[in-house]
Structure formats: C-alpha cells, structure tokens
C-alpha cells in the first residue's frame, strides 16, 4: 500500500548480461552464472525470460579464457542507477574486483536497456570509445 506522499512505483523490464570466465566462490563460470541468475532473483528483480548459455572467445582471442554469456530480462520497480547498483552489490559477492577492463572476471553484470531504452546513451559510448586505449583499459 502506497503512503500518503509516496508515489506509487513503475515497474520497468531490463534486459541484463551475464559473463563469466573465471572461477568465482559458486565455481566455474556456469555455475557462477546459475548462483547469479538465483542472486537476481532472490533480490528486487523477477526474471521474465533468460537465454541459454553461449560460450564466446575473449577479445583479444585467446589473450584470456573464453567467456561464458547468458542474457536475462527482468521486471523492477528500480530506477537505472538503483539496478546498476544492484548488479555491482551482485558482482561483489562473486568476488569481483573492478581494477583494470578487459580481463578475466568472476562476474561481469551489465545493464543493457531499461524499457527498451539502450544504456550507456550514445554521449556517454562515444566519450568512452573516443578514449586512447590505456585510458580505456585503466578505467573501472
């Protein structure tokens, strides 16, 4: 039930990733992504549909393990910027560490869209894009 000043809350579908290509505390990077699909929904989110499994090359090929990916959509009454934090709370509990880019990872939870609208916005991948590599890599 709604408080007196309190809007009520929209709930909004999010389409999330997940990859993994190291070994985490739930094991090897499918269990790591099964505990992490249990993870999210045992928090504030209700997944509505999930791919299979995909086994891809890392990029670089072969600078380090291939990554196994997967893709949920979720329903939330979460803003963006709440789901973001959500997902790095998650990613922490599989001992993920944000040090350097492109390396292996326990866990890697990435934000694909929230009602259909594409993150980051195109402002904000250009700047990244148009970063000289060391740049790219060193920021978390």
């Excluded at 791919?51 to 990029?59: A, G, K, M, N, Q």
């Excluded at 959500?86 to 292996?104: G, M, P, Q, V």
């Excluded at 916005?121 to 590599?133: A, I, S």
């Amino acid at each position: 039930m709604t408080q007196p000043h309190e809007k009520p809350r929209r709930e909004v579908t999010a389409l999330i990733a997940l990859g993994s290509n190291a070994t985490s505390p739930a094991g090897g990077p499918a269990q790591t992504l099964r505990a992490a699909i249990s993870s999210l929904e045992r928090g504030p989110f209700e997944i509505l549909a999930r791919s299979r499994f995909y086994v891809s090359p890392f990029i670089p090929r072969g600078a380090e393990p291939d990554v196994v990916n997967a893709v949920v959509e979720v329903a939330t009454d979460r803003d963006p910027d709440s789901i973001l934090s959500c997902l790095h709370e998650i990613e922490a509990s599989f001992d993920r560490k944000r040090r350097e880019r492109w390396t292996s990872r326990t866990l890697d939870l990435d934000l694909l869209s929230v009602d259909q609208i594409m993150l980051p916005d195109q402002t904000t991948l250009r700047g990244w894009v148009n970063l000289p590599p060391d740049q790219q890599k060193s920021a978390a």
